[in-house]
């Protein structure tokens, strides 16, 4: 059974950084893409980083140069560092497959405020 768990958010100010990780489970891990998504109040989930199986990674052009994505296979772990947030970063930030499946997890949340 797939799981996904995200974990990490939280409130910060703007220009600070935070840590997110998704440990996944129910499919062979490091065969597969995997990517952070998020999705923002009234607007649609959108694809911010993405990772393959190589470690090969992209970036959607409005994190780019800010944030890093990683990933771990021994621990089926994905990361998502994020530094110099803006507020327009805030959203709910999730984690799946690239191209992703229809389970989502529940998300955690990134608040950017002073």
């Known amino acids: 059974q797939v799981q996904l768990v995200e974990s990490g958010g939280g409130l910060v100010q703007p220009g600070g950084s935070l840590r997110l990780s998704c440990v996944a489970s129910?499919?062979?891990?490091?065969?597969?893409?995997m990517g952070w998504y998020r999705q923002a109040p009234g607007k649609q989930r959108e694809l911010v980083a993405s990772?393959?199986?190589?470690?090969?990674?992209s970036y959607a052009d409005s994190v780019k140069g800010r944030f890093t994505i990683s990933r771990d296979n021994a621990k089926d772990t994905v990361y998502l560092q994020m530094n110099s947030l803006k507020s327009e970063d805030t959203a709910v930030y999730y984690c799946?497959?690239?191209?992703?499946?229809?389970?989502w997890g529940q998300g955690t949340q990134v608040t950017v405020s002073s």
């Open positions: 990772i393959n199986s190589r470690a090969s990674t």
């Open positions: 129910g499919y062979i891990f490091r065969i597969y893409a």
């Open positions: 799946n497959y690239d191209p992703p499946l229809e389970y």
